[in-house]
């Protein structure tokens, strides 16, 4: 394997003024071999994309009562069974890929635009460094549900304010990790030279620290994206989360628990699509971090 | 019969990469008498620590193994036996000295526990009574206010003091040989003459073996009673100290005495080096592994490899030596 | 030592403080005035007008927060909204399954991940090392209450060896007691034991590349010696560094497990005040567990300096 790396990269070199279109070909049907988990993570969390987008066209009404076909096993007509209003679990699972994704998605944008800053801020400006991260340790010394519920709970449950409540306890750590790489960043020698030459603060940030600190916030931010879908079935699940009518695993999971005993597949079937989405996502992280840094394998603290 | 205390018997070490195997250590014999001191020379990456682990059975088995030879140490052969009488050995009959004294203790337990362990682990006393032999230990290694450094933690020593440390550890239980893998290299030099006088006086008050590895000839000069020169792995040539600076063979040999010679003439010169690189491990060929580098290269040495030969005490592995005394000149 | 536990406790001060702001600001965010709801829907403007003065709401902001600091200073954390209760009284009367649920639960975890990422960083290519770490990447990917109806549905409806929910207190007897939490701990530890497997994974696998390691095995120590007396003493601070940094998500997971297995705690309470709108509780509670949070984690730098002697001076 690694001698086979080793001779495709040497030949790719050697060839590179003809660079054809047949060999750039031939590198990404080698990169599934190269990077499995990777592919495969990436390859999971795009089907489950595709389904969100197309779950309007492919299932029917996710509201749609039967009261007569209620608490239904899975079968063929119903793959993922029925639940206690006869509607199709199937149906709202699909839908309910939509919320978490979007959740997903929004708050790792959010926790990145915000905890990027905070962390650059605080590792290249030493006056703010101690009281920008004491406030950032206090937010982490509040558990992260919580502080999620409270927000919800008391600001009223609307997109914006779930967004923001899942991203607040999740910004300190991208903060410190952003932090941490500019501080080693700082230390380079052709930052130095760039600050000792009178550049430009903000060119210096984004032309030489930014790029350096990309590869550790890319990591975090799939980690971000995973718990945040997770944290998301917890405010829906303990009833803080997206209102009740609209179908999301959270909210599913949570109708389905008087129900565990007779029809558990309207716990499980949402329970295990959650599962997959976050676990693809967190697979990805590792797969990610690995990659950029191979020496940290097999993890050490997010 | 007067057998010798260990001796090494066509050892092979190699490592495994993968499918392939590369032998880094090939065919090194030699012996060491009671209370002799062996030196075995080398530039880095020749294989000598590789040969002293695997004396003392350390080598990682995940990577390395030995691939032929026998080492047969008070009689027994260590590569045949197993892991548990081995690891009964290690400490108590075989110890051994590395080269890094910053990092070989470990920082978070006081110093005189470290010693301590040897002996409970081996002769099963109580760690009180352990503690009493470390005072006397710490004092025969001439460490200062024993009582005192004992309670102390590994950085709160200097560099010098921490490998009396480990030499203490190392002869706590009067071992039979004792390898000192480049004891002194990551000392400053007023140290390790000092270090170095130290291990010579406890070889003669314990009459301990010594397996001393050293890329310094300086201290081959002053330790040695018998030298072992490694080139790429194998034996270039072995003889008593004296005879060796007095008659090198080996133009690999005189290459490293030239290099040493000129340093203490105080020549201005440009020092005489040894040109080029030693060779990779993975690249040798069946010719001598030296011809490369070597100034008396002849047809003969880029086909076939010359065997180790010349009498029981002075041997070498060059094909110089077997064209005759005139070359030498 | 002194000194630095002193300087330890001293950086715990502005955190703890920061928390404190925090909270206070959280109320202020809320929408409407807190006056009318402290008086309940049924009070006249007079009343509001009461609680107003008697709470101090018509002062400045500052003279707010420093007034209020004092009194959660003095332990009085006010009265319930929803059951008139004083805050503190409440809180006592809920502690005990919260303390012993998380007590449990560390001592799962510890017990389980500690073993198992020593194993896996020792054999790196062996089935417990596969295992563990594909456990483990499952574990931060499964929300804790699935795992706890996973659990419910299989041990205690299927093999009905636990008990679906609900709380058996110390006073009916110890054993009923932990018997009654033993499905809430394994839920809420899972993800624990992922965290710490992990860690103890890596910070073994470092520690075996040390030098001092090597010269373990030059004395001719057994391993088991060398595992206990320098492999694990060297691996402990990462280790004990995640176990404090994984208390807050033990602390939050509490909130979740507690409302699963209808537990009367102190995670249970929260979430019930924080739907009721029940704001003394609510910042109490709060406070109480960041507090807990940080005390844990000055226990843990405080444990530092025993494990790791260059620290002390």
Redesign the interface.
Known sequence: M??ITTSDATSSEDGEKRNTSSDRFRRIIAFPLRQPMLAASCGLLFAFSVLALASPWITGDPAALDPLGRLKAPSADQPFGTDQVGRSVLDRALWGTRVSLSVGISVAMVTTMIGVAIGVVAGYFRAIDTIAM??M???????????A???V????ASPFVIVTAIAVPEIPRMARVVRASVLTLRERAYVEAAITCGGRTTTILRRHILPGAAGPIMVQTTYVF??AM?LE??LS????GTPPDVPSWGNM?SEG?QF??IA?WI?GFP?LM??AT??A???MG?ALRDMLDPS?Q????R | MNLPLLSVENLSVSLDAGAASVPLVRNVSFSIDRGETLCLVGESGCGKSLTALAIIGLLNREVMQVSSGRILFEGRDLISLGAGEMRRLRGDRIAIVFQEPMTSLNPVQRIGRQIAEVIVEHRGVSEADALKQVLRLLDLVRIPDAARRAQEFPHQLSGGMRQRVMIAMALALQPALLIADEPTTALDVTIQAQVLTLIDDLRREFDTSVLLITHDLGVVAEMADRVVVLYAGSVAEQADVDDLFDRPVHPYTRGLLGAIRQLNSGSRDRLAEIPGNVPNPVSLDAGCAFRKRCASAMPICHSERPPLQGDGLHRSACWLAKVGEEVMA | MTGYVLGRLFAAVPVLLAVAVFVFLLLSLVPGDPAALIAGDFASPQQVEAVRQALGLDQPLLQRFLSWMGRMLRGDFGLSLFSRIPVSQLIAQRIEPTLILSLMTIVIAVLFAVPLGLVAAYRPKGVVARVTMAGAVLGFSVPVFVVAFALVYTLALGLRWFPVQGYKPLSQGAWAALHSLVLPAISLSFLYIALIARVTRAAVLEVLREDYVRTAHAKGLANRKIVSRHVLSNAAVPIITVIGIGFAALLGGVVVTETVFSIPGLGRLTADSILRRDYPVVQALILLFAGVYVVVNLAVDILYAVFDPRIRY
Do not use: C, H, K, Y
């Open positions: 690694t001698i004491r406030a340790d206090a937010v982490m010394a509040i558990p992260a549900i919580l502080l519920i409270a927000l709970a008391l600001i009223g995973a718990s997770i079935s917890i699940f303990l009833g803080a999971m628990r565990l005993q558990p716990l329970a959650l599962a976050v676990l996502a967190n697979l590792d940290l097999g993890g050490e603290l």
